[in-house]
Structures are given as structure tokens and as C-alpha cells.
């Protein structure tokens, strides 16, 4: 009786600290988003993300205007 008791403590303890640690890091994981580089235009020096951005000859511009202003 002495070690079912003790059976069912431990089973209690390994529910309450099991359960935030899998529904909370579910959360976490969803709401972050995998970093994203930024680049420095080569035409005004604004600094702009990748996905915002235009590459051209090694160059990264923030925009269209700015890469046809730079004679890329
Ligand atoms: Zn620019």
C-alpha cells in the first residue's frame, strides 16, 4: 500500500510538470518564425529584408527603382 501510494505521487508530479513543458513549447515553436538576413541597399544604405529586397551583380538593392538607378 506504502508504494502505491508513493506510485501515484510520482505519477501526479510527472502529469503537472509534463503537461505545461508540451503544450507551451508547442506554442513557442508556432509563433516563431526562422530569422531572416537583412541587407544594406547599395544605392541609399537602407537596411531592408532579403525577401523585401532585389540582388543584382553581387549587389543588394531595396528596391527596383534604386537597382536601375545604380546601373545594375
Ligand atoms: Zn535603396
Redesign the pocket.
Known sequence: MKYLLLLVFLAVLWWIFRRPAVSGGNDIRAEQKPPESMYC?A??G?HFPASDGEEAGGRH???SE?RRASGQ
Open positions: 541597399c544605392y541609399c537602407v538593392y531595396c528596391s534604386h
